[in-house]
C-alpha cells in the first residue's frame, strides 16, 4: 500500500485516504488558450518508467492538495512537497540521486 506524508498536517496517510489528482510540474492550460496547448495538455505525457512526480489531495484529512516524488516501479516515495511549489525541493532531489544515479530535474510542459 502507497503511504505519503501529508506536508501540511503531518499525517503519514495510506492511499485509502488520498485522491489521485496526476502528474505535477505541468504547465496546465484552460479557457484562452489554443487548441494545440489545450490537446498537448490533456493528452501528452511522459509517462516514465521509475522517478515520477504526481499531484495528491488529503481527501480524508486537511483537504489540501501536495506533490509526491516516487518511484513507479520501486514503489520508493522520496518525499512531498506542498502543491505550491514550482520545482521539487533540493532534499528531495537529493534523495532521488542517490537512489537513482543519473537522475536529473527536468520540468515538464
Same mark, same amino acid.
Given at each position: 500500500m502507497l503511504m505519503l506524508e501529508c506536508p501540511y498536517c !503531518? /499525517? +503519514?496517510a495510506d492511499e485509502t485516504e488520498l485522491a489521485?489528482? !496526476?502528474e505535477?510540474? +505541468?504547465t496546465r492550460h484552460g479557457? !484562452?488558450?489554443s487548441d494545440d496547448d489545450f490537446q498537448?495538455? +490533456?493528452f501528452t %505525457?511522459?509517462?516514465p518508467r521509475g /522517478?515520477?512526480?504526481e499531484r495528491? %489531495?488529503?481527501a480524508h484529512g486537511c483537504g489540501k492538495w501536495f506533490h509526491a516524488a516516487r518511484n513507479t516501479v520501486t514503489l520508493e516515495v522520496y518525499g512531498t512537497y506542498p502543491a505550491q511549489t514550482t520545482e521539487p525541493p533540493k532534499e528531495v532531489c537529493a534523495k532521488i540521486t542517490g537512489a537513482a544515479p543519473g537522475w536529473t530535474w527536468r520540468r515538464f510542459g
Open positions: !503531518g /499525517v +503519514l489521485p489528482g !496526476g505535477a510540474h +505541468l479557457p !484562452g488558450s498537448d495538455y +490533456l %505525457r511522459e509517462n /522517478v515520477h512526480f495528491w %489531495r488529503h
